[in-house]
């Protein structure tokens, strides 16, 4: 049985200590106590710090949205993960396409960031997805096996399940509406064939899948209403605290459902 999980990243759009401090007292209020679904929040490394300060008693965990691909050294303006750890993070989100579109990330600096954060004991929020919508299903399995294999390169197999892989085709990302539901599901089924075939049936009963693109309180119902769909990372349809709320309690709804 795979924990549900959601996940929210503010990216750079809150970037004022006060307001973050504010969200994150807000979501500990509302959700702070959930048992049945594993959270974690991404905040702008500016606020990093206060933000995990407020989490440290709650069950919502802290993820930083990108590390350094070392743990020290002379990596001038980046984050080291030593720094997480001492924060108390759990996640580090891993190669999100923003990343790749704008900061030019290899996927083997992608590999190197997640082979450091495996092996410094946090969990990898690995982002992967394709670049515009593939009509074929055989496509789309090329497409993502190619990134996971790089991504997961010199990565022992028993690590794999700790691995949360967010797929974020980049053509939903920051639209109006998320992909259809049948095709996000259609992908999860690919991703853990994918990760079945490469890592053995345990690795894909076990690792977690979740969708993140232009998710919202309106379509994250249809969209988790799958097996192979463990749960959603959420953007700016999440800012609002009490849709964030709306979205784990349906999450949590659905999932305890299909867990019976």
């Known amino acids: 049985m795979r924990k549900p999980i959601v996940g929210i990243s503010y990216k750079t759009y809150i970037n004022s ?4 401090c504010m969200l994150a007292r807000r979501l500990v ?3 702070g106590k959930e048992k049945a679904v594993e959270q974690v929040i991404f905040p702008s490394i500016g606020t990093l710090y206060p933000v995990s300060q407020i989490l440290h008693n709650s069950r919502i965990a802290l993820g930083a949205q990108n590390i350094s691909p070392e743990k020290n050294g002379p990596f001038t303006g980046e984050l080291s993960i ?4 001492e924060m108390g993070g759990k996640f580090v989100e891993i190669g999100h396409a923003e990343r790749k579109a704008i900061f030019h990330e290899t996927l083997e600096m992608i ?5 450091l954060t ?5 969990l990898p929020f690995l982002c992967i997805g ?13 497409i993502l096996q190619s990134q996971i294999l790089s991504s997961l390169k010199n990565i022992e197999n028993g690590l794999v399940h700790r691995i949360v892989f967010a797929y974020e085709p980049v053509w939903a990302i920051g639209k109006s509406a998320a992909a259809e539901p049948e095709y996000v599901h259609s992908a999860h089924e690919i991703i ?7 890592y053995g049936s345990e690795a894909s009963d076990r690792v977690r899948i979740i969708y993140g693109g232009s998710v919202s309180k309106d379509n994250v119902l249809a969209i988790v209403k799958n097996e192979n769909v463990d749960g959603v990372f959420i953007g700016r349809f999440g800012h609002e605290p009490d849709n964030y709320k709306e979205m784990v309690d349906t999450v949590k709804k659905i999932k305890a459902v299909e867990n019976r």
């Open 192 to 198: 853990r064939q994918i990760i079945k075939n490469l």
């Open 17 to 20: 200590i006060q307001k973050a």
């Open 118 to 122: 495996l092996d410094l004991g946090l």
């Open 82 to 85: 030593e720094s997480v750890i």
């Open 29 to 31: 209020d509302l959700t």
């Open 111 to 115: 590999n190197k960031k997640t082979r």
């Open 130 to 142: 394709e670049e515009e919508k593939q009509n074929n299903a055989g496509s789309l399995y090329k």
